[in-house]
């Protein structure tokens, strides 16, 4: 069906005059089989609703996050690496100066291609790392986001 009252409609028609001669709603062969099928589009048309209300709830908090998201950072970068000076960046934040080396070997590669080069540092260095590479620090508050996109990507490749 396509809707939902339409699926109701026919459901509870057929079921206040349910007899033998009658057909299945939607032309199932077996109740059990009408059963299933039934539940399995209430449950997705569940999950739509579902969606639909994070999805509304996210255009509400857009503003507040693009109006007061890179001061929110900043700060949860702060109150984990302190206000560094730049003589601190290189110990502090040794992870990411790494990551930046690599990125700039990379754009030396391929100068006129800076695609390739964030393409290198951002998916092949982070989201597609076959080592153990330490996430640099700037990326840190995007951890479980990472996580979760390696594991899917994973997932789509095995």
Not at 41 to 59: A, E, G, H, T
Not at 63 to 73: D, K, Q, S, V
Request: aromatic residues 10%; glycine residues 2%.
């Amino acid at each position: 069906s396509v809707s939902t009252i339409e699926w109701y409609n026919v459901a509870s028609t057929w079921y206040g005059r349910r007899h033998e001669d009658i057909p299945l709603p939607f032309h199932f062969k077996c109740l059990k089989s009408f059963l299933i099928a039934s539940l399995a589009f209430l449950v997705k048309k569940v999950d739509l609703c579902q969606s639909d209300i994070v999805n509304y709830q996210l255009l509400q908090v857009a503003p507040l996050i693009r109006a007061r998201g890179n001061e929110y950072e900043l700060q949860k970068f702060k109150a984990r690496y302190g206000n560094l000076n730049a003589m601190e960046l290189s110990d502090k934040l040794s992870s990411t100066w790494t990551w930046l080396k690599r990125m700039k070997t990379a754009l030396i590669a391929s100068p006129h291609n800076m695609c390739d080069a964030l393409k290198e540092g951002f998916v092949d260095q982070i989201l597609f790392a076959t080592d153990a590479t330490e996430i640099p620090e700037i990326l840190r508050l995007d951890m479980n986001q990472i996580h979760h996109l390696r594991s899917r990507a994973q997932k789509t490749v095995i």
